[in-house]
């Protein structure tokens, strides 16, 4: 009897408890590495493995719809569920503090309908794309509405537009943006105080040669009856550490699906990474997998970053994520879909980064997913640490560990490189530059090195000159006392 008492004590304490699925890999690890042959996909270390799954259980509440998640200055998370109709409020500890499903409208009981997108400002103000209303609601700490932004009226908008706010987020200047659904002028801009501005970061599609051709020799009435090749919609957006916006979008035409706007709406993500691709993209080798009928590039539906400003980008068309730093070189990839095993996506809507763990929600699961980073990507992100502390012996320690794990890992190559250049070891540094095909800091090295050879052999040859001309001196002299003898006799 005593054994069955434990035998039930312990299935009720795993069934309270959030899966885990660190006792297997829910997916491979890879990256891509350039070659005579082109970019390749190449086998490398897990990145970041899911530690947990919550879902309505676990939450305490019904998750119906995830749509979007943040965290507040104090750890609290909150999860917008647009199927609810509320924002859940969660401790650091997972524990669900308050509900938001109704507000104070001007001494009335107001309530959303299919909320899509929260935003929270440091001094607490709550943003909310309110999309089945049709507009943006803005709450204080009381819960109280001070803004509730509905269809602007602007001659930039046509009379049949319909305002229906997906995303929305605040910058450090107070302006307001929103994501419309069906704009795909770019993103909506307000003022703080709901007057709308125009439009931010216009998103082109990039038409194909052979479209381009055919629009020239077609008549005007064929032409009318192609597809138009006009501006993309984004998918989301999130505000990175230093104030500018990601952006992301679904579309498979555009070019560069991963943006970076500055304060004016351009585009200033850097796309230098080592293999001279200056891509972006996510996947970039995708052949057709017959079992999932799933093919063509990424695509993305969130964004977040870190403080040493990678980013994470979200791909639902195979549920992966896809982080990269700041000059636009892949770290790693992570997560899967539809695979089965716990941890895995089924319709991956949204994601955020906190204290080296990344979080994201599962729209079709009605799950939160926590990933936790493993030692190879500590080492990775303490090796950049220390790098941008200038303390360059202990990050090349580190690199050359990442390189001892994973072969393939041209940054680390690349970085440890760079660091052994700081440290003035020009030849060492020639030599991992020369590895992954750097040309550019491979030649700087090498200029640096050639005058270093220069500056120690400069005593050497100095004195051998300085004999040499002694020693022509002494022949010339003897030459001509010699000579100055012959003519006396």
């Known amino acids: 009897m005593r054994k069955i008492v434990i035998i039930v004590l312990t299935v009720l304490l795993l069934c309270t408890m959030p899966f885990s699925a660190l006792a297997a890999d829910p997916y491979d690890g890879y990256s891509y590495t ?9 086998a490398a270390p897990q990145a970041y493995l899911p530690a947990a799954v919550y879902g309505s259980r676990e939450l305490g509440v019904t998750l119906s719809g995830p749509e979007d998640l943040l965290f507040d200055k104090d750890g609290n998370l909150y999860i917008c569920d647009a199927k609810q109709n509320a924002i859940f409020v969660f401790s650091p500890q997972m524990q669900l503090i308050k509900t938001i499903d109704s507000f104070q409208n001007n001494g009335a009981e107001d309530h959303f309908s299919s909320p899509y997108g929260i935003y929270l400002t440091a001094d607490g103000k709550l943003y909310v794309a309110d999309y089945g209303n049709q507009r943006v609601v803005g709450l204080n700490s009381d819960n109280e509405a001070f803004l509730i932004l509905n269809k602007p009226e602007s001659d930039m908008l046509s009379e049949t537009f319909i305002f229906q706010p997906q995303k929305v987020l605040v910058d450090s ?90 304060l004016f709406g351009g585009d200033v993500l850097v796309r230098k990474p080592i293999d001279g691709s200056e891509l972006v993209v ?24 870190d403080e040493l400003g990678n ?44 204290d080296h763990k990344v979080y994201a929600l599962d ?36 690199w050359e560990e990442i390189i001892k794990r994973n072969n393939n890992c041209d940054l680390a190559y690349y970085k440890a490189g760079y660091c052994l250049y700081r440290l003035k070891d020009y030849q060492k540094a020639m030599d ?54 012959q003519e006396e006799e």
Do not use: H
Request: proline share 3%; hydrophobic share 40%; aromatic share 12%.
């Open 34 to 42: 350039t070659t005579d042959e082109g970019t390749v996909d190449v």
């Open 173 to 262: 200047t107070d302006r307001l943006f929103v994501l419309s659904k069906n704009v795909n002028e770019g993103i909506m801009q307000f003022t703080a105080e709901g007057r709308f501005l125009g439009f931010y970061g216009s998103n082109t599609v990039s038409a194909g040669l052979i479209d381009m051709i055919w629009k020239e020799i077609m008549t005007e009435e064929q032409t009318d009856k192609l597809v138009q090749f006009v501006p993309i919609e984004y998918t989301n957006f999130s505000l990175d550490y230093k104030g500018f916006i990601y952006a992301v979008t679904k579309a498979s035409e555009v070019n560069q699906p991963i943006r970076r706007l500055n």
């Open 363 to 398: 729209r079709a699961n009605a799950e939160l997913i926590v990933f936790e980073p493993t030692e190879y990507t500590k080492i990775m992100e303490d090796a950049m640490s220390f790098y941008l502390l200038q303390e360059y012996e202990k990050s090349l320690s580190l």
């Open 282 to 305: 996510g996947d970039v080798s995708y052949p057709y997998e017959g079992v999932s009928g799933i093919t063509g590039p990424s695509s993305f539906v969130d964004i977040t970053s």
């Open 432 to 485: 991992y530059f020369q590895l992954v095909n750097a040309k550019e800091p491979y030649s700087d090295a090498r200029a640096k090195q050639t005058q270093i050879n220069m500056n120690q052999n400069f005593n050497i040859i100095a004195t051998i000159a300085a004999v040499l001309g002694v020693a022509a001196v002494t022949v010339l002299l003897i030459r001509y006392r010699q000579k100055k003898k």
């Open 311 to 354: 980013l994470y980008a979200l791909d639902d068309k195979r549920g992966r994520v896809f982080a990269y730093d700041e000059e636009g070189n892949l770290l790693f990839v992570f997560g899967s879909l539809n695979s089965g095993q716990v941890g895995s996506f089924a319709s991956p809507s949204a994601i955020t980064y906190r």
